[in-house]
């Protein structure tokens, strides 16, 4: 008689575990990579030939990475977006070219506006690789000792700036 | 004014089908025989109160009535009429009207093709399913109703997702749903038969055909949905264990297993307690997959709209079901009985095994698909489980019971002889196995798994070639008749199940060849440049503009000529971009041949005005689907054999013509 109840107990256990997942949310992947310090690295800038934008150059300063290409559609959604944030002079917003090119970045930002205080040109995208983007647009939030505070994957929606962004932001100057 | 009446018409749906269940298990209890004939009636009731309503939501999107809710979030003005119709059932809201639909026409065929039955089983089993259906309307009712009205009106509609913008998308949704809804009714038979305490072959060649009309449904929803991914996704692939798919796969695996278990319970009254269980476990996947799509549990391309309330109230409606069932199981499945004996060489120990590896390769897909939740709950971090792991378990589980298939149907019930068995199979198995080392050569390179897997496929038409002659050989033998009075003579029961096993082998041989010999090259294509593959050259001779009823883009035109400079075939591939949802798609061009597949689709445009292009050669990919339709073939045959009609039972045991 006892074995019989096996099926009701298998389902009263998966039973349990639906009930959790309801309550989860399967497509927010945290990164790894919050907590520790963003990777080091040395790319040209777009502004100026010959210079260079590195690991170092925002530190004692909350700054924010955003990662784009000219080649990128959602970018153009969050693009407003940034132009509000960096507009608001709260925090310095820098930008990473990601796998794509002179030429083609700089037009863009030239036709949609600018809302970068540098921007880190990454041609082959292995700067990207090191700080773990896997698609266009992606958002970091570094602190004054070079620690990723934050990670957005995709564009950036105004809720995420004002509920989620800024107090951290504040929180950290 | 229209969707107040289907409103309305649901609510009334759902009013009677509280008194059918009442009175069913209330008239059974009490044994009135006025009560007693009611359910009969009132199933019918349900059917058409339950289809008019769904002919106001129907309406409602062929009128392009913006001011409903559903429409406005799932049609537009241009799309055309077919698939605003599809569109009824695109959303989440408009397709559990599909299935309530569905399921008020199930529980009307049972009235209606139940007249031998007893009437206290009658009422038991529709008692059961309008249990069912009451949970499905409330919910419906109380989060989802699909006449909800928008005011004030949208201009226009926001149009039917793209994907869904294609015949194969139209029929998949309405045979999957046939096909799950439909084993609520071998489900029903299963809780009658415990609550009842009588279960006994009869009630097997009741629940029978049911169940494998329920099986052919799944069989082609299943079936239409890979080949729809294959020709719509436009990079040639046809099954991608995705969740959904997975919640599709499952139920079939177990009712594949339970359409066989009832063929050992119906003739010789042997697992009928697993049989039970099987039943109940079949239905309760069915729901949990309705329950993983909707739940936002998991994530898929295919999942509607997530919404945790829903997820809610579907989860608790899974725990009453499954839980009573499972507890009634539990409490009555002893009273049910245990059957005849046999031997460990016999059909029934072949079909055991047959059913153990069915399911064991339903409970490994099972674990796949949640593995990333169970995970995700217990804070252990998130993870996916994709085809590496469902290819690792599932070719393994399979090879097996593809093996027995060629076995089982030349053994013998309760007891047979191991050498009588070798001795009618030698033959099949070294013409398969042949056949298995020679192919591959043919096709241009060898390889284990090809050969493998070509050695099942012609073993099951062999031996089932085999069998069939043994059959006619031994009719034949002491009488007067002509062969074909003897083919004749064999039951369609029997043929089902010859077709329906070829079928498994069509589909064997079509995975493993696609499998092993496909070819692809992803190539920029500029006006007038060509590209080879395996003796084919492509040549992209225009491109031109494409207007559509809803979508603009761009129609290439290739050539395909054949290693002899011979013109094989113009293809057309698109690429469209729907205005509405401002969303790209991708319309391969498919040459589609008995032996090969060969399939163009447009990538991306470049800078310089070239295209990046795909072109692959898939041999035998129609094999796949074909064989799929076939297995459906076979269910429908066994479905139509007399036995199943006649009035007065023969007697139950007639051995070896038998499937």
Same mark, same amino acid.
């Given at each position: 008689m006892r074995k019989y109840l096996l099926p009701l107990a298998i389902f009263v256990l998966v039973a349990i575990f639906l009930w959790r997942g309801l309550f989860l949310n399967p497509r927010e992947v945290p990164s790894p990579l919050i907590g520790k310090s963003i990777p080091e690295f040395s790319l040209p800038k777009l502004e100026k030939e010959n210079s260079v934008v590195t690991s170092?150059?925002?530190? /004692?300063k909350v700054w924010v990475l955003n990662v784009f290409a000219s080649?990128?559609?959602?970018c153009l959604d969050e693009h407003p977006m940034l132009m509000e944030l960096a507009s608001q002079n709260r925090v310095i917003v820098v930008g990473l070219n990601y796998k794509d090119g002179f030429q083609s970045a700089a037009d863009w930002l030239g036709k949609h506006g600018n809302p970068y205080s540098a921007v880190a040109v990454d041609i082959d995208g292995l700067v990207g690789m090191d700080f773990g983007v896997? /698609?266009?647009p992606e958002t970091f939030l570094i602190d004054k000792s070079g620690v990723i505070r934050y990670k957005k994957i995709g564009p950036l929606s105004s809720i995420d700036i004002q509920d989620e962004l800024l107090p951290l932001v504040e929180s950290l100057q | 004014m229209i969707p107040e009446i289907g409103h309305f018409l649901i609510i009334l749906a759902l009013w009677v089908s509280v008194a059918q269940t009442l009175i069913c298990f209330g008239g059974a209890v009490r044994s009135s025989p006025r009560l007693i004939a009611f359910p009969r009636y009132s199933s019918y009731v349900i059917f058409l109160l339950t289809l008019a309503g769904f002919c106001c939501l129907a309406t409602s999107f062929l009128a392009d009535d913006f001011s409903v809710l559903n429409v406005a979030s799932n049609s537009n003005s241009q799309l055309p009429w077919p698939y605003k119709l599809a569109a009824s059932w695109g959303s989440h809201e408009g397709s559990l009207l599909l299935w309530v639909l569905m399921l008020s026409g199930w529980m009307s065929a049972v009235s209606l093709f139940s007249?031998?039955?007893p009437d206290e089983m009658r009422s038991l089993i529709l008692g059961v399913m309008s249990a069912i259906a009451i949970g499905f309307y409330l919910f419906m009712l109380l989060?989802?109703?699909?006449f909800d009205r928008l005011l004030?009106?949208?201009?226009d509609g926001r149009d039917l997702n793209p994907l869904l913008q294609d015949p194969g998308m139209v029929i998949h949704p309405p045979m999957l749903y046939m096909g799950y809804v439909g084993f609520s009714v071998v489900f029903a038979f299963a809780i009658g038969a415990l609550i009842s305490g009588k279960l006994d072959s009869t009630w097997a060649r009741w629940s029978r055909p049911w169940t494998t009309a329920a099986w052919c449904f799944l069989t082609v929803g299943i079936a239409l949905g890979s080949w729809w991914a294959y020709y719509e996704l436009?990079?040639?692939?046809?099954?991608?264990?995705?969740p959904v798919e997975n919640a599709s796969f499952m139920p079939w695996l177990c009712g594949t297993a339970l359409i066989h278990s009832l063929s050992v319970t119906e003739k010789r009254g042997s697992f009928k307690i697993w049989t039970v269980l099987l039943s109940i476990i079949t239905f309760s996947l069915s729901l949990l997959g309705t329950f993983l799509v909707r739940s936002g549990v998991l994530t898929s391309v295919?999942?509607?709209?997530?919404?945790p309330e829903r997820g809610v109230f579907i989860l608790g409606f899974l725990i009453v079901v499954i839980g009573a069932s499972l507890l009634l199981f539990a409490w009555?499945?002893?009273?049910?009985g245990l059957g005849g004996n046999f031997n460990f060489i016999s059909r029934e120990s072949a079909l055991l095994a047959n059913n153990v590896l069915l399911v064991v390769a339903a409970a490994s897909v099972l674990l796949g698909t949640l593995y990333p939740l169970f995970l995700d709950a217990m804070g252990l971090g998130k993870i996916s489980v994709g085809p590496p792991y469902f290819d690792a378990i599932f070719f393994p589980l399979m090879a097996p019971a593809m093996f027995l298939m060629g076995i089982g149907p030349v053994l013998r019930w309760k007891n047979a002889k191991t050498l009588e068995l070798a001795t009618k199979l030698k033959w099949a198995f070294a013409i398969s196995l042949v056949s298995a080392i020679i192919v591959p050569m043919v096709m241009g390179s060898w390889s284990v798994f090809v050969s493998i897997g070509l050695l099942l496929g012609f073993w099951i038409v062999v031996s089932g070639l085999v069998n069939l002659l043994e059959q006619i050989r031994r009719l034949r033998?002491?009488?007067?008749?002509t062969i074909f009075q003897v083919i004749n003579s064999l039951p369609r029961s029997y043929y089902g199940m010859l077709v329906a096993h070829v079928g498994v082998a069509v589909f064997i041989f079509g995975v493993t060849l696609v499998k092993g010999y496909e070819e692809e090259r992803d190539v920029k294509l500029a006006v007038g440049e060509s590209v080879d593959l395996s003796g084919y050259r492509f040549s992209l001779a225009s491109l031109d503009d494409l207007i559509g009823p809803n979508y603009s883009g761009v129609k290439g035109t290739v050539f395909v000529h054949g290693d002899d400079g011979k013109l094989v075939s113009t293809l057309y591939p698109e690429k469209r971009f729907y205005h509405v949802q401002r969303m790209p798609m991708t319309e391969a061009a498919i040459d589609t041949g008995l032996f090969r597949d060969l399939y163009v689709s447009l990538g991306e445009a470049l800078e310089d005005g070239s295209w990046v292009v795909r072109v692959y050669l898939k041999p035998f990919v129609d094999w796949i689907w074909g064989g799929a339709f076939l297995m459906a073939l076979g269910g429908l045959l066994a479905i139509s054999d007399k036995k199943y009609r006649s009035k007065r039972r023969s007697a139950p045991n007639q051995v070896a013509i038998s499937s």
């Open positions: 170092k150059t925002f530190d /004692g080649w990128c559609t959602p896997y /698609g266009v | 007249k031998q039955m989060t989802s109703n699909p004030p009106p949208a201009a436009g990079w040639g692939g046809w099954w991608f264990w995705d295919h999942a509607f709209a997530t919404d009555r499945a002893p009273k049910v033998m002491g009488s007067e008749r």
